[in-house]
Nanobody, 115 residues
Framework: QVQLVESGGGLVQAGGSLRLSCAAS????????MGWYRQAPGKLRELVAS???????NYATSVKGRFTISRDSAKNTFYLQMNRLKPEDTAVYYC?????????WGQGTQVTVSS
């Protein structure tokens, strides 16, 4: 069964924190490099953080130093700790392979940061 289930989003004030979770299953995913993506209204989906099986991480410049990606490979579960949130972080957040070759996407989780 193919699933990408993102959770943990919500409404938070600027400067606050949220922790997103992603439960992934399905043979269409390689799980070699997993990423968190986001899509704001009227904008293209962008990769904000990625993590390899070995734990090597990479971040978009806009979130570096504020977001931390982690994974529990045994459970195919992935996390995104988001601190010092800004209104421009408002978006729907998704997890997926990096790059997302399967073309399958979950429902995402909405993050809204108020100023």
């Amino acid at each position: 069964q193919v699933q990408l289930v993102e959770s943990g989003g919500g409404l938070v004030q600027a400067g606050g924190s949220l922790r997103l979770s992603c439960a992934a299953s399905g043979t269409i995913f390689s799980f070699n490099v997993m990423g968190w993506y986001r899509q704001a209204p009227g904008k293209l989906r962008e990769l904000v953080a990625s993590i390899t099986r070995g734990g090597i991480t990479n971040y978009a410049t806009s979130v570096k130093g504020r977001f931390t990606i982690s994974r529990d490979s045994a459970k195919n579960t992935f996390y995104l700790q988001m601190n010092r949130l800004k209104p421009e972080d408002t978006a729907v957040y998704y997890c997926n392979d990096s790059p997302p070759l399967s073309g399958y996407w979950g429902q995402g989780t909405q993050v809204t940061v108020s100023s």
